[in-house]
Nanobody, 124 residues
Framework: QVQLVESGGGSVQAGGSLRLSCAASGNTARTYYMGWFRQPPGKAREGVAAIYTGGGNTYYADSVKGRFTITQDNATNTLYLQMNSLKPEDSAMYYC?????????????????WGQGTQVAVSS
């Protein structure tokens, strides 16, 4: 069991930056796939970025490559998503998720542990 709590969302103008954090607790001694997902109003949830905590391999959706960076701090069991050059289309509820095994690392339904989400709004 893993508990996840996101923070760091907010409102920003296009071109700005935000850093999201996801604090993990519970059985964090095991290695997981951890990811950031987002869901705009009225749309399906989509994968943004993921990382394998055992080796540090990272994965990104094409729409955020070069703008977003996923990192982990193993000492504090915290996952981060640095978001730069934000666009209005990045506006969504952002969720942190974790799973022991994820064949599709950016597929939401491969993940069983979810946080409550943090809202990101980007204005033009």
């Amino acid at each position: 069991q893993v508990q996840l709590v996101e923070s760091g969302g907010g409102s920003v103008q296009a071109g700005g930056s935000l850093r999201l954090s996801c604090a993990a607790s519970g059985n964090t001694a095991r290695t997981y796939y951890m990811g950031w997902f987002r869901q705009p109003p009225g749309k399906a949830r989509e994968g943004v970025a993921a990382i394998y905590t055992g080796g540090g391999n990272t994965y990104y959706a094409d729409s955020v490559k070069g703008r977003f960076t996923i990192t982990q701090d193993n000492a504090t069991n915290t996952l981060y998503l640095q978001m730069n050059s934000l666009k209005p289309e990045d506006s969504a509820m952002y969720y942190c998720a974790a799973e022991l095994r994820a064949s599709g690392v950016l597929r939401p339904y491969d993940y069983g542990y979810w946080g409550q989400g943090t809202q990101v709004a980007v204005s033009s």
